[in-house]
């Protein structure tokens, strides 16, 4: 991965890989236990390994495509690009939680609760509550998603407490166009869709920097191409205008 000519964003390469080492059991048919560890390298680096940490997921699965999650969750969110940054799954590889998922036809979910640091005399602790939810009535998918950071705590020296809050609010139509033309006769699934995405940041009391809102809209068109019966490709291009949006 590259990140460059971002105007807020310091260019970085990514470059490397991540080796997910797992041995699962199923006691029961409902019941799914993982134990392993997941192994990471940074291509460059002089350790031999950059990452090791632990995998320990337990999985309860009460009904066919509806999943509770302990321990070491799922971080495959589908939250907004503009309020969740995908890349840290290159910085910080294991999130451990509690998750709920739902993989029905018309119903999409995935609500998370993830420990990021266990607070203690000198460390503040910090956890994320996110959702991210869509629902589906044939062509018309509505999608509502939050995002909510908290840093805090009782006993530690540290007293910072500070809230990032992220909402956001969307629809998309789909539909299976009908070309006659050879060329676009491929292309097999287009959808038009918008969301609407609103932060609040409220940093430490005895932070200088002061609340901040801010808000931005996107606009996507995206289209499901099949050059071939093994093969479908997934195309889409966006217009994204936002202002203060601290996620």
């Known amino acids: 991965l590259e990140l460059t ?21 199923r006691p029961h048919d409902k019941v799914t236990l993982e134990a392993g560890a997941l192994l990471g390298h940074n291509f460059g680096d002089e350790n031999r390994l950059d990452e090791i ?15 509770i999650i302990a321990g070491t969750i799922m971080r495959t969110h589908p939250l907004h690009d503009a309020i ?3 890349v840290r799954a290159f910085r910080r590889n294991v999130e451990q939680g509690f998750q709920f998922r739902s993989d029905l036809k018309w119903f999409k979910e995935d609500l998370w609760i993830n420990w990021k640091v ?55 139509y789909g539909f299976q166009p009908d070309f006659k033309s050879a060329l676009l006769s491929p292309v097999k699934d287009i959808r038009i869709g918008g969301h609407y995405i609103y932060t609040s940041d409220t940093p ?9 809102t801010g ?8 289209a499901d191409i099949k050059p071939s019966r093994d093969m479908t490709l997934h195309l889409f291009g966006s217009y994204y205008k936002g202002s203060k949006l601290l996620a």
Do not use: C
Not at 8 to 21: H, K, N, R, S, V
Not at 153 to 166: C, D, E, F, R, W
């Open 204 to 212: 430490d009391e005895s932070s200088a920097e002061p609340k901040t």
């Open 5 to 25: 000519n971002l105007e807020t964003i310091d260019g970085q390469t990514f470059i490397g890989y991540l080796a997910p080492l797992r041995l699962r059991y």
């Open 84 to 86: 969740f940054d995908d």
């Open 53 to 67: 940490e632990p995998v320990f997921r337990l999985v309860y699965e009460p009904e066919e495509n509806l999943y």
């Open 118 to 172: 266990r607070e203690d005399e000198m460390t503040s602790e910090q956890f994320e509550i996110g959702s991210a939810t869509q629902l589906r009535f044939d062509n018309l998918w509505l999608d509502g998603q939050f995002l909510w950071v908290h840093t805090g705590g009782q006993k530690n020296l540290a007293g910072v407490v500070s809230h990032n809050i992220n909402f956001v609010a969307g629809a998309s």
């Open 215 to 222: 808000s931005g809209f996107e606009g996507r068109v995206a």
